[in-house]
Every structure is written in structure tokens, then in C-alpha cells.
Nanobody, 126 residues
Framework: VQLQASGGGLVQAGGSLRLSCEASGLILDYYAIGWFRQAPGKEREGVSCISSSDGMSYYRDSAKGRFTISRDDAKRTVYLQMNSLNAEDTGVYYC????????????????????WGQGTQVTVSS
């Protein structure tokens, strides 16, 4: 199983980025996919997650209304559209998978996810 995160970069506050997570070595339909981020000196935290069978999506409070998660199982890819970015969104963003459901209450702890991608850096300048 491999997860390849991409789409990070440097953006000004108020700007947008779209992250992608491409999976290989598995049938993505059976998995929930989460996005996490880790800022320097801080713990990794869940940002958003989309479940498998029911397609439910979840967001941490600070991401609600600004971020949108989506999945294309045929392409084995999950996207995170991030709008109205601010400096607090800066960090390395990781995608990860677990069986079927994201788990509630959200955010689900990182330890509950089984496979991880390598991360992509997002830097928001103020």
C-alpha cells in the first residue's frame, strides 16, 4: 500500500490550494481517508476525513466552511480543497487510511489510521 500526497506549496493568506492523495496497492472503495497536518513543534492533528461506504465527511472546526474533501475511487484519489487559507494552516499535510469509517467523534486520533503518505508542505504567508 502506498499513498502519495501532493499539491502543497507557498500561498498568500486568503489563497487556495488543492491537495491530492493518490493510493496504490489497494481498492480505495473500502477505506476511509483522512487528512492530517503537523505544524513545527505541534502534534499531528486531523483536518478532514471522508468515509467509505456512506461517504460522510468530517472537518475539524477550524476547517469547516473553508475546506472540502472529496474522493474519486476510480482514480484512487482523494482531494482536499483548501480555501481562505491563513497562517494557522501552515504545516506538513499527510493523508492516511483506515477501514471503512472515519470514526467518531471526529477528529479521529492519528494512531487509529493504518497507512500513511509521505506528506506535502503547505506554507501560508501572512
Amino acid at each position: 500500500v502506498q499513498l502519495q500526497a501532493s499539491g502543497g506549496g507557498l500561498v498568500q493568506a486568503g489563497g487556495s490550494l488543492r491537495l491530492s492523495c493518490e493510493a496504490s496497492g489497494l481498492i480505495l472503495d473500502y477505506y476511509a481517508i483522512g487528512w492530517f497536518r503537523q505544524a513545527p513543534g505541534k502534534e499531528r492533528e486531523g483536518v478532514s476525513c471522508i468515509s467509505s461506504s456512506d461517504g460522510m465527511s468530517y472537518y475539524r472546526d477550524s476547517a469547516k466552511g473553508r475546506f472540502t474533501i472529496s474522493r474519486d475511487d476510480a482514480k484512487r484519489t482523494v482531494y482536499l480543497q483548501m480555501n481562505s487559507l491563513n497562517a494557522e494552516d501552515t504545516g506538513v499535510y499527510y493523508c492516511a487510511i483506515r477501514d471503512l469509517f472515519c470514526g467518531t467523534p471526529y477528529p479521529t486520533p492519528p494512531a487509529d489510521f493504518d497507512y500513511w503518505g509521505q506528506g506535502t508542505q503547505v506554507t501560508v504567508s501572512s
